[in-house]
């Protein structure tokens, strides 16, 4: 277990619809970042935020939008969906700059988004 | 161009054998480089890292940085049907420890 929490874990919808993904990072972390995995394209960095802060934007479609709350859980928001968003986005937490290994993330078991 | 460059797989190796796994990467900037290994419906977790170039050694898992030739390799020796997963290559951290990664090779070993 990563301590990294992550909801839903499966999610079904309708081509132009609005998802909200959800994560709890690990206790203590204070930057989260979003990825996208798909069997295409691999794992792509979308989005990071830092104590509340967005700090780095990657390969993030304008109909997606993040935000990290005071809380420091974050949540991912998709709209306007295609078929070509299906795939698995994955939250990772870690502790910039100290503890660990270098550049260690710890991943959530993802959130698998299935467009009809 | 992708930054971290990746053979996707699949590669099937009968248990006992030696994996090899290869990364290519662009940007020299970065001083860590990464192994993640993602089960099934997991998410990734790390399995080791080298700063710089040289060689890691872990158990059965033996990490190589070649930063003359841009290259990242994994080995796995006495491969286990455990060891089935997808490897996926990191580089980085950026100053916010933002990491680039591969698309991820999946490993199948067979008994």
């Known amino acids: 277990d990563s301590g990294v929490t992550q909801t839903p874990k499966h999610l079904i919808t309708a081509t132009g619809q609005r998802v909200t993904l959800r994560c709890s990072p690990r206790?203590?972390?204070?930057?989260v970042y979003w990825y996208q995995q798909s069997l295409d394209q691999g794992l792509q960095f979308l989005i990071q935020?830092?104590?509340?802060?967005?700090?780095a934007k990657g390969n993030i479609l304008e109909r997606f939008s993040a935000q990290q709350f005071p809380d420091l859980h974050s949540e991912l928001n998709l709209s306007s969906l295609e078929l070509g968003d299906s795939a698995l986005y994955f939250c990772a937490s870690s502790v910039v700059g100290s503890g660990g290994a270098p550049g260690e993330l710890f991943f959530g078991e993802g959130s698998r988004l299935t467009v009809l | 161009q992708k930054e971290v460059e990746q053979d996707p797989g699949p590669l099937s190796v009968p248990e006992g054998a030696i994996v090899s796994l290869n990364c290519t990467y662009s940007?020299?900037?970065?001083?860590?480089f990464m192994w993640y290994r993602q089960y099934s419906r997991k998410g990734p977790e790390l399995l080791m890292y080298?700063?710089?170039?040289g060689n890691k050694e872990d158990g059965r898992f033996t990490a190589q940085v070649d930063k003359s030739s841009k290259y990242i390799s994994l080995f796995i020796r006495d491969s286990q049907p455990s060891d089935s997963a997808t490897y996926l290559c990191?580089?980085?951290?950026?100053?916010?420890?933002?990491?680039?990664f591969g698309a991820g090779t999946q490993v199948v070993v067979t008994p």
């Open positions: 080298t700063y710089s170039s």
């Open positions: 206790s203590g972390d204070l930057s």
């Open positions: 935020y830092y104590n509340g802060e967005e700090r």
């Open positions: 990191a580089q980085g951290p950026d100053s916010w420890g933002k990491l680039q």
């Open positions: 940007n020299s900037a970065f001083q860590y």
